[in-house]
């Protein structure tokens, strides 16, 4: 068994496809349009192109709010990324105009920060040595 489809909700999902793509680096794999303004978009690692898929759901459902809400205030990721270097990216991200909720922090070793995805939620992005 392996991961083939998770997802995050999202507020917008055409700003979620932006930063998605255009700041974080993914590449955008699926656009089905689904009738009214909601689609079946989804993203990949460039690394991995037929890896899992991150769905930018939208967030209509009456649960989401609250929920992304909660976590957001409890200041809970919603999702994790690994990436090689936490630190440079965090200096990459930042000087993009990023907004982290935690700056690098190294946790023997695991070294993490969090981000603000400008959608509605907070990521993790994280480096194991």
């Known amino acids: 068994m392996k991961i083939h489809l998770t997802s995050v909700f999202v507020d917008d999902q055409e700003k979620a496809l932006r930063f998605y793509t255009d700041v974080l680096g993914f590449e955008k794999k699926h656009d089905v349009p689904l009738g009214g ?18 769905l930018l759901e ?4 009456p649960a989401v709010k609250p929920y992304t809400s909660a976590l957001v205030e409890d200041g809970i990721p919603a999702a994790s990324f690994a990436v090689d270097d936490v630190q440079a990216e965090f200096d990459r991200l930042r000087a993009l105009g990023v907004h982290f ?17 400008t959608c509605g939620n907070l990521i993790q992005i994280v480096h194991s040595a």
Not at 42 to 49: A, M, R
């Open 101 to 117: 909720t935690q700056e690098p922090l190294t946790m023997g070793p695991v070294t993490t920060a969090v981000l603000d995805d």
């Open 37 to 54: 303004e909601d689609r079946w978009l989804t993203v990949v690692s460039p690394e991995h192109p037929d890896g899992p898929e991150l």
């Open 58 to 61: 939208p967030d209509k459902h």
